[in-house]
Every structure is written in structure tokens, then in C-alpha cells.
């Protein structure tokens, strides 16, 4: 059992949870996750790690609302434990020796590139931070990646904050006027699909960062197969970092809805246990 | 052979509950009569962890009940899942004395009678119950499946204080996430872990060695001998266009979403599964078998076995086939997939097949399957199960410098468990590649041997 510590509404949509977990803080290093099981019930999914506290022995985790595993979470309150947590697994991030490196974060994204770029950052390298949102209230992590990062940018689809667009918009204009080494882009598949097909055509390396369906997580069910290169890679063990120019992101969404209708069901189930639990509170 | 009671097939694939029914007292001890008590014992020498099995027939023939689960537990610390998942028709049963004149004694039926016999009691049948070890080193074992769960409960019982690290949520390993509840119901699963941490075993889950910790960082922690059997977890697939269509799964994968996430009680439970209305299962082990029962009891209406060679060389239980066959399944033999074919929403439409036919003997002594030219045809289905075995894990190994593995990445390990790092033990499947339940026991048991001489002598 892993007590939180911490929990605090980033959005409403998004919530930031921090849990007790000293052996796994311990292990963690930038770019890496961990697999969660919220309750007996529950399923296993893959959340990368926002930040660690060796000192403190705990692991922080970013969470975007959209199913029953993450809203079960967004739901718990500082004091109450998730059953489960494993990990760290996937490669770390590589973030020394890079020279120049611009770190795209989109939605919930943006968590996950915020310990890679900073990460990036203290080993030396020359990092500028592209973050977007579809709109100003939606927007996370802007003051903890200013704290290390003085080039920021920040885009909002609706222009309500920041430039109005997406974060390939700006992305364009650096990659116009300056060479980079590296482009580090996470996100919605759509927006990685963007941000490599543009670096493509600048021939600027991109990593991406991918989050598939996953049970084990630790390369057991290949239920995340991804086609990288033409073969089936499996994120969790290969990545989660991919080369941005050889990852197949059609497929990846497409294997992405593989339960869409079943998620669905899902949440229905879980709304409806919620609605009665209200009642009985009545 | 007294048959076991078994769920009428036409129930039974509507549901996820144990097929055989076993013994009960009456029966038992009318098959236990049955023995003859031979003096040679051929049985023991047929089972892998040398069970003193004319002992505990013996006591069930004389209704001493506690004594026969002494007895198995003296040898075997899982009687309960032996006695329904060993294939005791290649080991103790086909030595017995009875299996010339064709009705050998059914051994596993009665091994299961004693152990559930036992649970119901709650008797534990271990001589006595260590809560604390008398020795002081530490041994570290990597895996909680069958062979680590018996390494650390011979350990613990020579004293040595063992902890099981298992990366998974909970225990048991391919027991636990591969074989359906039908055939190994979790409870008797749990329930015979629950023994082996009667006997002192620390069992820290959620925990993956090369992760959270190397196996250097356990040096640090005082471990002084480790013994890895992390299975055969790392899924094959075919190698044919289309194995990303959606719908196409491991076998790892979709008895992992039905046993260990229960997928099955969706969505009582959160894990889902897409089964559809016709499913192909790719080879005919266990594994396979396992899935195909599986996807009829998920709602299936035609579930089909595609294998390439024939029955003949089916590699699986012919109990396990027997039942597959009972309750339905296709058996499309002769058959080689060669492509997969979706739709443009990614999903399955069909499969493209050859037709083979037998010709000589290849390294595993089974006659090869050669394709028929120009035999192409198709199947319509919209789920492809991968049954076809599993390679080893390089997570943890690519951690341990100087470890010596074979061509195909597993653990180079002897019989009694010896690898080239002296302190460095291993067994089951990641040395062997996919074997059985009893097998993995087996080198679990031989380690612990030499573990035990290993700690004596430094």
C-alpha cells in the first residue's frame, strides 16, 4: 500500500499525486514510469514519473481524468493509498552530451516532459520548453519548468493564454531560425505525429515518449507493441523512448482505441457505482 | 481408474469454475485400494520432486488423511496444483505397475483429494510451522512461480531466512496469471503460497529485480546466494504481416487480462477484453488450449486450434485436449498462418493459411510441416491468439554482469542450478525454455540442494 502524501488539482481535469514509495525512488531516473493498481478491482496502468523524493521516499505522478483508472485516482485524497504501485521501468531518458534541445510537452504531456527537459537542463544542455493546451485553464507545470528554464513557450489552441495555435507553430519558427541537436516531443500520438513529421523535413532527431496500453510492463504480455522500424517493438521494454521518424503513429492509434467501446462500458459502470455510492451517503 | 466427476461440457463453457469436481472420500479411498504397493515403486522415480507417493496412497487407503498430506508436503509444497496441472500420464502414472494392463492409478486425482482435503481442514501438513529462521544468511529468489515458490519453501524449511521477489501483483506466477481458474481455481492457488509463507518466506511483490534493485544491490542488502527463475516472459509472435492488427494477442497477454485482472468479471472488474465471435488460437501446447477454453467461456462462438503439424505431435495435455475437444473447439491441423488481414479501422478481417503436409524428423525429433505449394486459403475470424511459447526476459539478466547465457538468451544453468557466477542460482523456464509446472518445481527443489551446499560451504 503507497499512503499519498500529497494531492493537489492541477486542472480540472488533471491532478498531481504524490505517494510513498522509497525503494522505487531510490531507482528512478527522468523519462522512466510506473505501473499502477488503484484497488482490488482495479486495472494496471502506466503513468510516467513526474518527479521523486529520495529523502522523503516518495514518487509523484501527473494524472489526466479520462477512464476509470484515472478518475479512480484523481478521486483519492491525501491520506489514502493506492494499492499498487511498480516500477520504475522503461530506459531512462539520455540527457547528457545533447548540445542544443528544444522539449515539446502537449496536455498531460507536459509532466512527463517536465523531468526530461529538466533533467536535460542540469546536465548542461541548452534546453528551450515549447508547452501546450487547449486552453489557458488547461495548462499545467508552467511555473515548476520556469523555475529551471527561462526559454519557455507556451501555446493555447484557443489563444487564451500564450501564442494562439500549437505547439508546431512554434516549434516552426525556432527550427527556421536556429539549429538544434535534438527535439524531445510528448504528447497526444497526434501531436508527436506533427512534431516528427516537421522535424523530419528540418532532419533535426526526435524522441518521442510512448505511452500504449500496458498491463506487466515489464516486456511479459506485448499487449504494447508498437511498429518501429517496420517491427513490432514493445514500448515498455524498448522505449518508452522511440526515434520520432521510424514510429508508425497510425498504427499507434489505432492500437490506441483497441477498447474504446469496452473503456466506455467501463466508465459507465464506474459513474453508476458512483451515483448509487452518492445515494447511499444520502 | 476411477474417473473424476467433471461439469457437463454444455455448462461448463458458460462458465469459469473447475471442471474435474474431484474425488470424493469414498472414491478416493476405492483408487487408493486399488494400488498395488510394489516394493520397486516405479512412481517415485517418475516424479520430478521424488513424492513418496505408495506413502500417501497408503494413507488414504486407511483414511489417514493428515498423514498423506504429511507426506506429500515433506517432498512437495504444492500438492494441491500438482495434483491438476502435472501431466502424470508422461511421468508417475506411466511408470506405474497398472499402466501395462492399461489403468494405471490415478495419481494426480488423489494428490488433489489429499491437498484440498487438507485446506478444507485447514491443516497445513508441514512438519511444524517456522515462523522465524534459525540461520543467519539471507537468500534471495527472483520469480514467485512454481520453481521459486518451492526453492523458498525447501529453504525455509532447512532454516535459511528467504525472500521472494515477484514484479507482478500477486504470487504464483504463470499459476497464477497463465492457467484459467477452470483447471487451477486462485484460491487453491493463494492458498498453497499462503503454506510456503507459513514457513517464514518473505514474499515482497511488485518488485522488479533490474529495476527497483540489481542483483548487486541485494549483495549490498546482505543476500548472499539468489536464485532466479524469472519463467519464460517475453511473448513470441509469428513473424507474418498483420501481428498489429488489433485483435491479435499474446497468449500471454489474454489469459494475463482473464486470470490475473479478471477480465472475465468485466466490468465488475476494469480490465477489459475483446474476444469477438470467432477466434483462432495459433499452436496447440497447454497455452493454447488454455486460451481457446478460455475464449469459448468469454462468449465465443467458434473457436478454432490452428496448428501446423498434427495430433500426433500436439505438445499439450491429451487430458487438456480431451476437454477442448468436449466442449467444441476446432482442431485446424496441418495449418501454417502466413498473413493477417484488417480492416481499415485496424481490426481483424481474416487470415491467410497454407495447407501443410509431414516430412522428416527435425532437432526436436517431430516431423517438420513442409507447405503445400499453391495451398493457400483463408479463415474468417476477429481474434488471433499467439500460443506459440515465449523466449526469456532479458529485463533482469542484461542487469547482472558475466552471467553466461545460451544461443537463445536463457540462463546457462545445470541441473542442480549451477550457473557460472558462484552465488548466482537458476531454474525453470528461464533456463529451459517454456516446460511444465513440475519441471520448474523439480529444478526449484535441486537449487535449493545446492544453495544449501553452496551457504554450507563458504
Known sequence: MHKIVRKEQLNPEICLVEAEAKDIALAAEAGQFVILRIDETGERFPLTLYDWDTEKGTVTVVCQAVGVSTKKLCAMAEGEAILDIAGPLGHAAKTKNIGKVICIGGGVGTAEAYPIAKAMQASGNDVTVIIGSRSKDLLICEEDIKKFCDKVHITTDDGSYGKKGFVTDVLKELLEDGSYDLVFAIGPVIMMKMVSGMTKKYSVKTLVSLNSIMIDGTGMCGGCRVRYDEKPHFACVDGPEFDGHLVDFDDLMHRGDRYKDKEKMADDHYEGECKIGLDKKK | ?458
Not at chain 2, 360 to 379: A, N
Open chain 2, 1 to 458: 481408474m476411477e474417473k473424476m466427476r467433471e461439469q457437463d461440457p454444455k455448462e461448463r463453457i458458460k462458465n469459469f469454475n473447475e471442471v474435474p469436481y474431484g474425488y470424493n472420500e469414498e472414491e478416493a479411498v476405492r483408487e487408493a485400494s486399488r494400488c498395488l504397493q510394489c516394493p520397486t515403486a516405479p512412481c517415485i522415480t517418475g516424479c520430478p520432486v521424488s513424492i513418496d507417493i505408495p506413502g500417501f496412497i497408503n494413507a488414504i487407503k486407511e483414511k489417514r488423511f493428515k498423514e498423506s498430506i504429511t507426506i506429500l508436503k515433506d517432498t512437495n509444497n504444492l500438492p494441491a496444483m500438482c495434483g491438476r496441472v502435472c501431466p502424470q500420464e508422461d511421468q508417475c502414472e506411466k511408470v506405474c505397475v497398472l499402466e501395462k494392463a492399461g489403468n494405471p492409478i490415478n495419481i494426480g486425482a488423489l494428490e488433489r483429494f489429499a491437498a484440498d482435503w487438507a485446506m478444507e481442514n485447514n491443516i497445513s501438513g508441514h512438519e511444524a510451522d517456522i515462523s522465524s529462521p534459525e540461520k543467519d544468511e539471507k537468500v534471495a529468489v527472483v520469480g514467485a512461480g512454481p520453481a521459486g515458490l518451492t526453492c523458498a519453501g525447501e529453504l525455509a524449511k532447512k532454516g535459511y531466512a528467504v525472500t521472494v521477489f515477484e514484479g507482478l501483483h500477486k504470487p504464483g506466477g504463470v499459476l497464477t496469471y497463465g492457467i484459467p481458474e477452470f483447471r487451477l481455481p486462485k484460491e487453491i492457488v493463494m492458498s498453497e503460497v499462503d503454506g510456503i509463507e507459513r514457513l517464514g518466506v518473505e514474499l515482497k511483490l511488485n518488485y522488479i529485480i533490474g529495476k527497483i534493485k540489481t542483483i548487486d544491490g541485494l549483495r549490498k542488502d546482505g543476500y548472499k546466494a539468489f536464485f532466479i527463475c524469472t519463467g519464460a516472459g517475453l511473448p513470441s509472435f509469428m513473424g507474418i504481416p498483420g501481428e498489429n492488427l488489433n485483435g491479435v494477442y499474446s497468449a500471454n497477454e489474454f489469459l494475463t487480462r482473464v486470470n490475473l485482472m479478471k477480465a472475465y468479471k468485466f466490468p465488475e472488474y476494469d480490465t477489459p477484453i475483446n474476444v469477438g465471435r470467432k477466434v483462432a488460437v495459433i499452436g496447440a501446447g497447454n497455452v493454447a488450449m488454455d486460451s481457446a477454453r478460455s475464449a469459448l467461456r468469454l462468449g465465443a462462438e467458434k473457436v478454432m486450434i490452428v496448428y501446423r503439424r498434427t495430433e500426433v505431435e500436439m505438445p499439450a495435455r491429451i487430458d487438456e485436449i480431451h476437454h477442448a475437444e468436449q466442449e467444441g473447439i476446432e482442431f485446424h491441423l496441418l495449418t501454417t498462418p502466413i498473413e493477417i488481414i484488417g480492416d481499415d479501422k485496424g481490426d481483424i478481417k481474416k487470415m491467410i493459411c497454407l495447407k501443410n503436409e509431414l516430412g522428416e524428423p527435425d532437432s526436436s525429433g517431430r516431423k517438420r510441416p513442409v507447405p503445400i505449394e499453391g495451398s493457400e486459403f483463408e479463415m474468417e475470424m476477429d481474434t488471433v491468439i499467439c500460443a506459440i511459447g515465449n523466449g526469456p526476459n532479458p529485463l533482469l539478466l542484461d542487469t547482472i554482469d558475466g552471467l553466461k547465457l545460451g544461443k537463445w538468451g536463457n540462463i546457462e544453468a545445470d541441473d542442480d542450478g549451477y550457473t557460472n557466477i558462484e552465488d548466482i542460482f537458476a531454474g525453470g523456464d528461464i533456463v529451459t525454455g517454456s516446460a511444465t509446472v513440475i519441471a520448474a518445481m523439480g529444478a526449484g527443489k535441486q537449487a535449493s540442494i545446492a544453495i544449501e551446499k553452496y551457504l554450507q560451504a563458504r
